[in-house]
């Protein structure tokens, strides 16, 4: 039995914390007979569970106390430790990162008593090394490995020389049957994602264009964005990866058809990233992985693929403010996640943009109106109605909310319905929404 | 669409996680069962002993040899790795091998040339050689079939550390639900533990119910 009872009182244990920001609490001791603590040491810590092995990391620790301890009393011992800034918390299937505060008393000749308190971070931010910078880190990586296998390759060039032709088989045969072939009938393929870098609730722009060099026939075009949680277990012959799909939407960019020669054929697919998606985390041996594959079917061909590997941001909604909760309403959230962007669009392009993936999307909205508008927005509505001057004070937004004449009349200074997001304004940020029956 | 969140759903079954994940080595020494450790230790204190465990992967091996090293205090734990860089056999007993099958008869023959008392985990039988070598052998078949009483306490272990506040589980491993196991995955524990988990996460997500159908 541990000498003590430790226990860790946190200052606001449903606060959700955002990545980096102190963590504030008392750890509490009780002894059942006169201790002496070496040291009191809390820390807070992240760490990985579920299939794969375990990653952890600790962000701050800090020693509280050490000296005796008399049976019979409490003791309370504030902290304050700073949380890791990555990667958020995150509950799925295979994979979950959880981040805790630690506290263990060193004790002499006797079992260490240890206590563990959970709390939940969400981070607005991946970090630098996210997939851009690691590219490049990969790259250097590469080299010195393409170096060093250049070392022992000469070293044992003797004895490798029998095996270079099964290897320039090996490798040729790849590149015959995945590049080779599937461009002698599609010719050169161009495919572009972009950004590459996303936040959830935004879209990404796929681009897919080629020229048959000759007639040929194709099951399908096809553009798949999947998101996969993949877990390392053991090491060794032991090593296990466990794969787990959390999302797939396969979109088919172009049915069965026969394409002409010298044609160009040109695919442009836009897709929401859900707002509640997970983020990309990359750690040693757990990932989450979101990528967007696509692929042109070939009958009794082999196909043409690539892969385009996404970093999805921690959705900003979720983590924008420590206090905000997690357990946004999906809609809800979307809809901030959905303003964030229109707010940071730079240009009327990148509005266009985000205006067509939300198009067959309605919104639920509360707004303050004060009387119509004296000039209409620049914008067709296409139908018999009324602009009316509105406030969403949800996020300090004006809107121009237009009613049609068949809808019902705005009764007080407050309306609150299902609209649809026409346009953004942006020089006068304005919200250009349509009211729906 | 939920792709993932930040709201544990481990809570609502007092867990703060999946109890049939991986876990640390010094969890899995923390929680291993070892029902004859006060014996096995008791061998060990003799000098020119050898205590090797045999059997295929995931049917405790590492766990026994991690759980012994936590209860020999001085002892050193050496992992053969597959690949890569080879370790020095250190000259410290008791000593520890994990995977000493992938040892070289070079380094065998220094192992069992030196001192006692060492503890291996192999895939393939050694006590032949151990005893060659003068080592008084004691060889523990991991194979060998389980009871249902064990594995239960076993898994039951897991969950108990993997709690999130201080009351009972909300389920237990009891000795029927051993028993299923074992009839379906003999004495392999780490099957038995991917199964459990793959289970628990479909009863967490509402896709099945508690216990599992075997």
């Given at each position: 039995m541990a000498a003590c009872d430790l226990t860790i009182e946190l200052d606001d244990e449903k606060r959700v914390y955002s990545g980096g920001e102190i963590i504030a609490g008392n750890i509490v001791v009780q002894c059942e007979r006169d201790t002496n603590c070496k040291a009191l040491e809390v820390s807070t810590n992240w760490a990985t569970h579920g299939r794969g092995n375990i990653d952890q990391g600790i962000s701050q620790t800090a020693t509280v106390f050490g000296g005796l301890w008399q049976a019979g009393q409490e003791y309370r011992y504030p902290f304050q430790l700073k949380s890791a800034e990555w990667p958020p918390t995150y509950y799925g299937n295979i994979l979950n990162v959880s981040h805790s505060v630690r506290a263990r008393a060193k004790i002499s000749w006797a079992v260490d008593p240890k206590v563990e308190k959970e709390f939940t971070v969400a981070t607005s931010n991946s970090p630098d090394d996210g997939l851009p910078t690691r590219a490049a880190e990969k790259g250097v990586g590469n080299l010195i490995g393409w170096i060093f296998a250049a070392i022992i390759f000469s070293l044992f060039a003797f004895f490798l020389v029998w095996f270079v032709p099964i290897i320039l088989l090996v490798v040729g045969m790849i590149w015959f049957f995945k590049s080779y072939l599937p461009k002698q009938l599609t010719g050169v393929v161009t495919a572009d994602v972009q950004p590459r870098r996303i936040a959830p609730g935004l879209p990404i722009k796929c681009h897919l264009d080629f020229t048959p060099k000759r007639n040929v026939s194709i099951n399908a075009v096809t553009c798949a964005i999947r998101c996969v949680e993949k877990c390392v277990s053991g090491s060794g012959s032991n090593r296990k990866t466990h794969t787990h799909e959390l999302f797939s939407r396969i979109e088919?960019?172009?049915?069965?058809q026969r394409l002409s020669a010298h044609e160009k054929q040109l695919f442009d697919f836009d897709f929401l990233i859900p707002v509640s998606a997970a983020p990309t985390l990359k750690l040693s041996d757990n990932e989450l992985l979101w990528s967007v594959e696509m692929r042109i079917d070939i009958p009794r061909w082999p196909d043409w693929t690539e892969t385009i590997d996404l970093n999805v941001e921690p959705s900003r909604v979720v983590a924008g403010e420590s206090n905000i909760p997690v357990e946004h309403p999906p809609e809800d959230a979307w809809l901030h996640e959905v303003l964030n962007q229109l707010e940071q669009s730079d240009s009327r392009e990148r509005i266009e943009i985000v205006l067509e993936a939300i198009r067959d999307h309605h919104f639920s909205m509360a707004i303050e109106t004060k009387g119509a508008m004296d000039a209409a927005p620049d914008?067709?509505?296409g139908e018999r109605g009324q602009w009316l001057n509105g406030y969403y004070e949800a996020r300090d937004m004006f809107v121009a909310l237009f009613m049609p004449s068949d809808a019902a009349p705005v009764a007080s200074s407050r309306w609150s319905g299902t609209v649809k997001i026409l346009d953004f304004e942006h020089d006068k940020e304005v919200l250009v929404v349509k009211a729906m029956p | 669409m939920q792709v993932g969140h930040a709201k544990s759903p481990f809570q609502a079954w007092?867990?703060?996680?999946?109890?049939?994940g991986e876990l640390t080595f010094g969890e899995r020494a923390e929680l291993?069962?070892?029902?004859?450790l006060a014996h096995w230790l008791e061998i060990l204190r003799r000098p020119r002993t050898a205590l090797q465990f045999v059997g295929d992967c995931g049917h405790g091996k590492t766990t026994h040899l991690l759980a012994l090293h936590r209860s020999l205090g001085n002892s050193v734990y050496v992992y053969y790795p597959e690949t890569g860089p080879r370790p020095k056999l250190p000259t410290v007993r008791p000593l520890l091998i994990d995977e000493a099958q992938r040892m070289g008869h070079w380094n065998r023959w220094r192992l069992m040339r030196g001192k006692g008392p060492i503890v291996v985990a192999t895939h393939i039988d050694l006590a032949r050689q151990l005893r060659k070598f003068g080592f008084e052998t004691v060889s523990v078949d991991m194979n060998a079939p389980m009871h249902a009483e064990t594995l239960s306490r076993i898994l039951n272990r897991r969950i108990e550390a993997s709690r999130?506040?201080?009351?009972?589980?909300?389920f237990e491993v009891d000795i029927l639900l051993a028993e299923g196991l074992l009839a379906k995955f003999h004495s392999n524990v780490r099957a038995i533990e991917g199964f459990l988990y793959e289970s628990l996460q479909a009863t967490l997500t509402g896709r099945a119910s508690w216990p599992p159908v075997i």
């Open positions: 088919t960019l172009a049915d069965a914008r067709s509505v | 007092n867990l703060r996680r999946n109890p049939f291993a069962v070892v029902e004859e999130w506040m201080n009351r009972d589980p909300s």
